[in-house]
């Protein structure tokens, strides 16, 4: 089991930025893949930004250029910094964990408005 914490969410004007943590616990392997998805109402469960415990990293076209993932391995923990926040970037953001199974985190409401 990977229990994971998503902290960091809130209520940012466009334009700004806010700073999403992840924090997992338990059998961790060394080799996994972990990321964010985001899911805004009405819609399906989306891909934001992934990256491998070897630093290789994924991003929905969306965001290229304004978020950025990164990780501690050593700390089992995974952050996305968000920059130049736009109102389509409002969504619950979840964490998540894979390695042959996948866990995710219980979301973060992220909202982007004036």
């Known amino acids: 089991q990977v229990q994971l914490v998503e902290s960091g969410g809130g209520l940012v004007q466009p334009g700004g930025s806010l700073r999403l943590s992840c924090a997992a616990s338990g059998s961790i392997f060394r080799s996994n893949v972990m990321g964010w998805y985001r899911q805004a109402p009405g819609k399906e469960r989306e891909l934001v930004a992934i990256m491998t415990s070897g630093g290789s990293t994924n991003y929905a076209d969306s965001v290229k250029g304004r978020f950025t993932i990164s990780r501690d391995n050593a700390k089992n923990m995974v952050y996305l910094q968000m920059n130049s926040l736009k109102p389509e970037d409002t969504a619950v953001y979840y964490c998540?964990?894979?390695?042959?199974?996948?866990?995710w985190g219980q979301g973060t409401q992220v909202t982007v408005s004036s």
């Open positions: 998540n964990y894979e390695h042959i199974l996948t866990y």
